[in-house]
């Protein structure tokens, strides 16, 4: 349970890594250190349940994309794992592009 509180909300951050085929989420405490959620395969709403049982209610999203010499923008996969992570209820207290 994240100990990291705004108000009566425990916040976390969520990375999101989206290539053309594929989307990663990772939640971690705000201190990026204690892994909370890890995820390749499942949708965003079971990442947004995992979340909700270990006291979760906001997050902090930061978006990731591949960079290097290809393409520098997050892939297709981030805005429906942003809008499935907000219609699961899921708090979103800010988006950073990374």
């Given amino acids: 349970m994240c100990n ?8 976390a951050v969520a990375y999101i890594y989206a290539t053309s085929n594929e989307t990663f989420v990772h939640i971690t405490d705000l201190t990026g250190r204690k892994t909370i959620v890890r995820t ?18 906001a ?3 930061k978006l990731l994309a591949k960079g290097g010499n ?16 907000d219609r699961a209820g899921m708090k979103i207290a800010n988006v950073e592009d990374c």
């Fill in 70 to 85: 290809g393409t520098k923008t997050p892939g297709h996969g981030t805005q429906s794992a942003l809008r499935a992570l």
């Fill in 4 to 11: 990291n509180r705004k108000g009566d909300q425990n916040i």
């Fill in 59 to 61: 997050l902090h999203i």
């Fill in 40 to 57: 390749t395969d499942t949708s965003s709403q079971d990442v947004a349940a995992r979340c909700k049982q270990n006291g979760i209610t």
